[in-house]
C-alpha cells in the first residue's frame, strides 16, 4: 500500500499518520493536549466555537450532476460555484502542508453490495478517530484492495476568506458529487463529518441505486422483525430503539433495498446531557476507552463527567463503535420492516400516544417530520415551538421530499408494513400544564405494537386528525390513549387540536401544494 497524498498534491515528505487505531490516536490527542480521558477512560475534548452543525454554511457544487436533481428550493441545499471548488481545496492543502496529518480508511454502507470507501484526511487526531468511530473497519482484503469512492478533507484550524472563497463566513462543509470530495473547515464540529456522508449517501442511493434513506434507528426482534424508529432530536430516537428484548441494527442512519434494511454506520453518535445509567445503560456503558465525548465539564476537582452540565452546549455528545453495545447486530442488518414508527414530542400534547397510520397518512405525516420544542429556558416561557423537517432529516436531504416519500409509500406498501405515530410528549394539557407520556407506557403501547397485540384491538377515528387510536391496550390507562379525554377542559383541547391542524396545514405549502391533513 502506498501510504502517500501526493495524487492530492501534498508532498511526498508529508508527515502521515495513517490508519493508527484508536487507542494510538486517543494518546496523540492527550499528547497534543487535545483532550483529556475521564474516569472511564473515554477521550474528552472541546471542540471549540462550533458545538453543532452550522446549516447556512453546508454547501452543494452546482454542476451539471446537481443542477437538475437537487432541491434548490430548499434552505439547507445552498448553492457553491463549481470553479471555486477547486481553488479553495488547494487552499487547504497548501495550509495543511508540512503538518502532521492523520488518515483513516473506511468505509459506510453495511450491505457489501452498497459500500462506500471513504478516506478522511484530517488535521486533528480526534477527528480521523471520529470517523474510525463513525464508519465501518475495513477488512484487510478491503485495506489491501482500499481505493477511495469519497474523499473527506477535515482542517478545523483553516478558515476561509469569503469574499475570495465564496463562503458565507469563515467555517464551511462543501460537497462536490462531480470530484466525490467532500471539504471541512473552520469547524471542529465532528458531526460535520458524519451528516456530509450522509448527505451523500441520500443523494447517491435515491438517484442511483434505488434505496431509500432514512434518518432513523433500527432493531430486530427474536423472531427476525425488523422495526424502524424516525424521529427529530429529543422524541426518544435511541432511548426507544434500545429494548434489551431486541438487538440493536443502529440509531441513526440506514437504508432500505429491496430485501431489508442495513445501517449505514459502524458507530453512534449520541447526546449525552442529563445522561443517567438509569435511564440510558447502553449509552452510559459505552463512555469507555475508545469512545469520544464532546464539550463536557467534569465535577470540580475530578475526571467525572457532569452530565448536566450545559456551559459549554445543550449538544453534548458521545460518539463510539457500534460494538460498544453489547446487544448490537454485527454485520448492521436486518429484514424488510414488519413495523415503522414515527416519533413526536407533542408538547400541545393533543396528539395520541399511539396511532396507526394509513399509508396516505404515513406520506403526509413523514414529509411534516413534526415535533415540537418548549421555548426558553426552564423558568421562562412555556408555549410550545413547533418544528417541522421533513423526512425527519431536512437538513440532509438533497432531493426534494416527495422523492423519499414516494418512495417509503412504495415500500411500505410492498412490505404490508405497519406505520404507526407515538407521541412521547405532552398528555392532559400542553407544556407546563399537562404531564409528559410517561416512558413506561410508551414502550408498553411500542411491545404491543411489535408483537401484535395491536392487531387484535379494537379502533375509533379521532375527529379532527383522523387518526385510527385503540380503545385499549394492556398495561395502559384507557384515558389516556383518547388524548381529548386526558384533557379535563375539553374546548381547550379542541382550540389547541385545531391549532395544530393548522400548523401542518401550513407547513405542507412550503412544499409547492396545499394538502388538507385530515383528507
Known amino acids: 500500500m502506498n501510504q502517500s497524498l501526493s495524487y492530492l498534491g501534498f508532498s511526498e515528505n508529508q508527515p502521515i499518520h495513517w490508519r493508527l487505531d484508536s487507542k494510538t490516536l486517543v494518546q496523540h490527542s492527550i499528547d497534543k493536549k487535545f483532550g483529556v480521558l475521564n474516569d472511564t477512560g473515554a477521550l474528552?475534548?472541546?471542540?471549540?466555537?462550533?458545538?453543532?452543525?452550522?446549516?447556512?454554511?453546508?454547501?452543494?457544487?452546482?454542476?451539471?450532476?446537481?443542477?437538475?436533481?437537487?432541491?434548490?428550493?430548499?434552505?439547507?441545499?445552498?448553492?457553491?460555484?463549481?470553479?471555486?471548488?477547486?481553488?479553495?481545496?488547494?487552499?487547504?492543502?497548501?495550509?495543511?502542508?508540512?503538518?502532521?496529518?492523520?488518515?483513516?480508511?473506511?468505509?459506510?454502507?453495511?450491505?457489501?453490495?452498497?459500500?462506500?470507501?471513504?478516506?478522511?484526511?484530517?488535521?486533528?487526531?480526534?477527528?480521523?478517530?471520529?470517523?474510525?468511530?463513525?464508519?465501518?473497519?475495513?477488512?484487510?482484503?478491503?485495506?489491501?484492495?482500499?481505493?477511495?469512492?469519497?474523499?473527506?478533507?477535515?482542517?478545523?484550524?483553516?478558515?476561509?476568506?469569503?469574499?475570495?472563497?465564496?463562503?458565507?463566513?469563515?467555517?464551511?462543509?462543501?460537497?462536490?458529487?462531480?470530484?466525490?470530495?467532500?471539504?471541512?473547515?473552520?469547524?471542529?464540529?465532528?458531526?460535520?463529518?458524519?451528516?456530509?456522508?450522509?448527505?451523500?449517501?441520500?443523494?447517491?442511493?435515491?438517484?442511483?441505486?434505488?434505496?431509500?434513506?432514512?434518518?432513523?434507528?433500527?432493531?430486530?426482534?427474536?423472531?427476525?422483525?425488523?422495526?424502524?424508529?424516525?424521529?427529530?432530536?429529543?422524541?426518544?430516537?435511541?432511548?426507544?430503539?434500545?429494548?434489551?428484548?431486541?438487538?440493536?441494527?443502529?440509531?441513526?442512519?440506514?437504508?432500505?433495498?429491496?430485501?431489508?434494511?442495513?445501517?449505514?454506520?459502524?458507530?453512534?453518535?449520541?447526546?449525552?446531557?442529563?445522561?443517567?445509567?438509569?435511564?440510558?445503560?447502553?449509552?452510559?456503558?459505552?463512555i469507555r476507552p475508545g469512545a469520544i465525548v464532546e464539550n463536557i465539564k467534569f465535577f470540580e476537582g475530578t475526571n467525572k463527567i457532569n452530565f448536566e452540565d450545559s456551559s459549554i452546549t445543550e449538544n453534548t455528545r458521545v460518539s463510539y463503535p457500534i460494538n460498544h453495545i453489547e446487544n448490537a447486530v454485527i454485520p448492521s442488518l436486518g429484514g424488510i420492516p414488519k413495523n415503522i414508527f414515527f416519533l413526536t414530542y407533542d408538547a400541545y400534547g393533543v396528539l395520541p400516544p399511539i396511532s396507526k397510520l394509513t399509508k396516505e397518512q404515513a406520506s403526509y405525516y413523514f414529509m411534516s417530520g413534526f415535533t415540537a420544542k418548549v421555548a426558553g429556558t426552564e423558568a421562562g416561557v412555556t408555549e410550545p415551538q413547533l418544528t417541522f423537517s421533513a423526512c425527519f432529516g431536512a437538513p440532509f436531504l438533497p432531493l426534494h421530499p416527495q422523492k423519499y416519500a414516494e418512495m417509503l409509500t412504495k415500500k411500505i406498501k410492498e412490505a404490508q408494513a405497519n406505520v404507526w405515530m407515538i407521541n412521547t410528549g405532552m398528555t392532559g394539557g400542553v407544556y407546563g400544564v399537562g404531564s409528559r407520556m410517561k416512558l413506561s407506557y410508551t414502550r408498553t403501547l411500542i411491545s404491543a405494537a411489535l408483537d401484535g397485540t395491536l392487531n387484535q384491538i379494537e379502533y375509533f377515528k379521532d375527529p379532527i386528525f383522523q387518526l385510527e387510536i385503540p380503545k385499549s391496550c394492556p398495561g395502559v390507562p384507557s384515558e389516556i390513549l383518547n388524548p381529548r379525554d386526558a384533557w379535563s377542559d375539553k374546548s381547550a383541547y379542541d382550540t389547541k387540536a385545531n391549532e395544530l391542524v393548522n400548523a401542518f396545514e401550513k407547513n405542507f405549502e412550503k412544499f409547492g401544494a396545499t394538502r388538507n391533513l385530515v383528507s
Open 44 to 286: 474528552c475534548i472541546e471542540t471549540g466555537k462550533y458545538t453543532g452543525r452550522s446549516p447556512k454554511d453546508k454547501y452543494l457544487v452546482y454542476d451539471t450532476i446537481t443542477d437538475s436533481q437537487v432541491d434548490w428550493s430548499s434552505s439547507f441545499n445552498n448553492k457553491f460555484e463549481s470553479s471555486k471548488f477547486k481553488p479553495l481545496m488547494n487552499k487547504m492543502i497548501s495550509y495543511l502542508q508540512g503538518k502532521e496529518l492523520y488518515v483513516t480508511d473506511a468505509k459506510a454502507c453495511a450491505h457489501d453490495d452498497y459500500k462506500v470507501n471513504i478516506r478522511t484526511v484530517c488535521e486533528f487526531p480526534w477527528s480521523a478517530q471520529f470517523a474510525q468511530n463513525m464508519f465501518i473497519d475495513l477488512t484487510e482484503s478491503e485495506k489491501n484492495t482500499f481505493k477511495e469512492d469519497w474523499l473527506i478533507i477535515c482542517a478545523p484550524g483553516f478558515e476561509a476568506n469569503p469574499s475570495e472563497d465564496g463562503t458565507r463566513q469563515g467555517n464551511f462543509s462543501i460537497l462536490s458529487f462531480k470530484d466525490k470530495i467532500a471539504l471541512i473547515g473552520g469547524s471542529g464540529y465532528t458531526g460535520e463529518i458524519k451528516k456530509g456522508i450522509f448527505t451523500v449517501l441520500n443523494f447517491e442511493l435515491a438517484v442511483n441505486r434505488n434505496v431509500l434513506p432514512m434518518h432513523c434507528s433500527a432493531n430486530i426482534g427474536q423472531e427476525g422483525d425488523t422495526a424502524l424508529f424516525f424521529g427529530l432530536s429529543g422524541t426518544g430516537k435511541t432511548t426507544l430503539s434500545a429494548d434489551p428484548k431486541r438487538k440493536l441494527i443502529g440509531d441513526d442512519e440506514h437504508g432500505w433495498y429491496d430485501q431489508g434494511v442495513f445501517n449505514f454506520e459502524g458507530g453512534c453518535y449520541a447526546k449525552c446531557i442529563d445522561l443517567t445509567a438509569e435511564k440510558e445503560p447502553e449509552i452510559y456503558a459505552a
